[in-house]
């Protein structure tokens, strides 16, 4: 049985074109054009993947996001934008998206966002994990880099980007604790 995928864009002529090429591919491909119209093929044929468009006119991307995840717990998005941001695609992984794909799109690059995110998600870090301070973190850079030149401070300066007076300052100073 074939994977039954929602593509929620107001772009028609796009969204035509997309859905062939992931028919062609073995997708059985339902096709929405605004926020009520993907609610309304969601319901009916519970996807279990969706390709969504950003920006749409009236309620946004985001917004179908969102209700999918809330309707269909299970199912897995994939953000489609021609205006892309960092903070967009946070929010958008932030909501429960799988990926994030700049148009123009083709079905490869959309299927490999999938495909790329098909793991399960990382563990969340042990509670007692602590990571090292930054004081700790340059202190054990400036060691590497002196090892590396043979304790020659003067040279380790110059790649360290920093006057070999102030590498000499701290390099006297104790380690910092974690």
């Known amino acids: ?7 929620v864009d107001d772009d028609e002529t796009f969204a035509e074109r997309l859905g062939q090429a992931m028919t062609a591919r ?18 009916e044929v519970s996807p279990t993947m969706a390709v969504v468009d950003l920006r749409m006119p009236g309620r946004s ?17 994939v953000m489609l934008t021609g205006y892309g941001s960092i903070a967009t695609a946070v929010d958008a992984m932030r909501l429960g998206a799988v990926g994030f794909v700049q ?47 043979g304790g020659n401070v003067s040279k380790a300066a110059r790649l360290l980007g920093m006057h070999r007076r102030t590498l000499q300052r701290k390099l006297q100073t104790y380690p910092p604790k974690e």
């Open 26 to 43: 073995g997708y059985d491909v339902h096709l929405a054009h605004d926020f009520d119209q993907a609610v309304a093929v969601a319901r």
């Open 103 to 149: 148009k123009p799109a083709d079905a490869d690059g959309v299927l490999a966002a999938f495909e790329r995110n098909a793991a399960p998600p990382l563990e969340p870090p042990d509670a007692a994990y602590r990571p090292p301070s930054l004081a700790r973190v340059e202190y054990d850079h400036i060691q590497r880099v002196l090892s590396d030149c």
């Open 1 to 7: 049985m074939s994977e039954r995928m929602l593509l």
């Open 61 to 77: 991307g985001l917004e179908v996001l969102e209700r999918l995840r809330a309707d269909h717990a299970e199912i897995r998005v």
